[in-house]
């Protein structure tokens, strides 16, 4: 039986355990957070039920994603570029829009989520790039156009849609290329593009965009959102693509609005996920409620998803919600280890890619949760309940367990290292 169990859990046990705490965190958060699916439903478990069920296919996922040899990983790479871009224009055209924004494919009683797979597919054809271009001296000059390329084939269909996970696809690539040692011209270089990118992006966003709060501000967010639609379908082709600079201009002027409004004034029902947020962290006393005690899941969309940090924080306190943080740097930081210990470039810039996916996106959660930046509507991975995004981080942690088992060991690396490969 202990054999079985360990042949299951093949891999760095360290990330298993990461992986266990965090799958375990996510079932009793998601449960204490879904009373109004659970109200919808008019079923008390099923919500619970429904992400175990995802968390256990994400597990399976995991451990056949675990048993294929890193090496193989390059060979899916052709398909996966064509089937991500192919899903990406899909959604833009023919998409079911969730919030105002068409992020999803429907496939019968479900729903689709192509960026998730796209995101992963950047990050594997980046890796190969990195290491097939790798020198004495770091990586070759051209790697770089050939990973900007691939990059915006990938970022630019997802940005229409979703810029806040364009731009951290984005950023992890560019972390990705700091890790390479591409030239620091080169990024240098991209860095001044970058900005005036923004900037123009900025300027298009605030004389394009249109803040529905401040034109329409009797409107409830439902009526918003319902509006933005039936002028989305008045519009040309080109104003469809466009239509998100309403909601980014929205976020941008809620965000930098520094004027104090008093408890009295403030509007609850146009800024609901930012107050009621702010009210579920400053409620938790420090030492927080306790699980499944929390009362603003009653009143916070999306806290079972986008805003699960403040729900964690409200139940756990501070030190519940350090304790969350603390699972994402252990698992950058033994993924780092993992990768130092490999001898080829591949594995180790795959396994570092996927790590930085998944903790920047985490920690971009986790700071909108605070009201460190805008909302950005980005999940908890491996927290938050989801289908799409679920499974396919559950499949990032599998092949990160995938290079730990399969990817050859650098002979010239200490003795310990070389023992935890080895048990690994």
């Not at 298993?16 to 449960?31: A, G, Q």
């Not at 020198?135 to 915006?152: H, M, Q, R, S």
Request: proline share 4%; aromatic share 10%.
């Amino acid at each position: 039986m202990d054999k079985r169990i360990g042949n299951l859990f093949k891999g760095d046990k360290v990330i298993w355990m990461v992986f266990f705490f965090l799958c375990m965190i996510s079932i009793i958060e998601v449960f204490s957070a879904s009373s109004n699916l659970t109200y919808k439903s008019n079923s008390f478990f099923m919500p619970m039920l429904k992400h175990s069920g995802m968390l256990l296919v994400g597990f399976i996922v995991a451990v056949v994603t675990m048993n294929v040899p890193c090496r193989y990983f390059k060979l899916a790479t052709p398909f996966l570029i064509l089937i991500s871009f192919g899903l990406l224009v899909w959604v833009i055209i023919g998409g079911e829009s969730i919030n105002g924004a068409n992020r999803v494919i429907q496939i019968g009683s479900t729903t689709f989520q192509p960026s998730e797979i796209a995101k992963g597919t950047t990050i594997l054809c980046v890796a190969q790039i990195l290491s097939a271009m790798q020198t004495d001296e770091g990586t070759e000059k051209n790697a770089f156009k050939y990973i900007i390329i691939v990059t915006l084939l990938m970022a630019i269909p997802i940005m229409l849609e979703n810029l806040s996970t364009a731009a951290l696809l984005c950023l992890v690539v560019f972390l990705m290329m700091i890790i390479g040692q591409v030239p620091w011209r080169q990024l240098g270089k991209l860095v001044g593009v970058v900005l005036l990118g923004l900037v123009m992006i900025y300027a298009f966003v605030m004389l394009v965009g249109k803040d529905t709060d401040k034109e329409h501000p009797e409107l409830s967010k439902t009526e918003k959102i319902q509006k933005d639609q039936e002028d989305k379908e008045d519009k040309g082709f080109i104003a469809k693509m466009f239509h998100r600079a309403d909601t980014w201009k929205a976020r941008i002027d809620k965000f930098s609005d520094d004027k104090e409004v008093s408890p009295k004034d403030f509007d609850l029902r146009n800024n609901t996920q930012v107050a009621y947020a702010n009210i579920a962290i400053v409620s938790s006393n420090i030492i927080g409620r306790g699980p499944g005690n929390s009362e603003e899941r009653d009143f916070l969309p999306q806290a079972y998803s986008d805003f699960i940090f403040a729900i964690i924080i409200e139940e756990m306190g501070l030190l519940g919600a350090s304790f969350v943080v603390f699972l994402y740097i252990v698992l950058l930081f033994r993924t780092a280890r993992i990768a130092r210990r490999c001898e080829n470039n591949f594995p180790a810039f795959l396994a570092m890619g996927l790590a930085l996916l998944l903790v920047v996106q985490a920690t971009f959660n986790m700071m909108v949760a605070v009201g460190f930046v805008p909302v950005t509507g980005q999940p908890l991975p491996l927290i938050s309940r989801g289908g799409t995004s679920t499974i396919i981080n559950c499949a990032y942690i599998g092949a990160i367990l995938s290079v730990s088992r399969t990817a050859k060991v650098n002979p010239d690396i200490a003795p310990e290292d070389k023992t935890d490969q080895a048990t690994a």
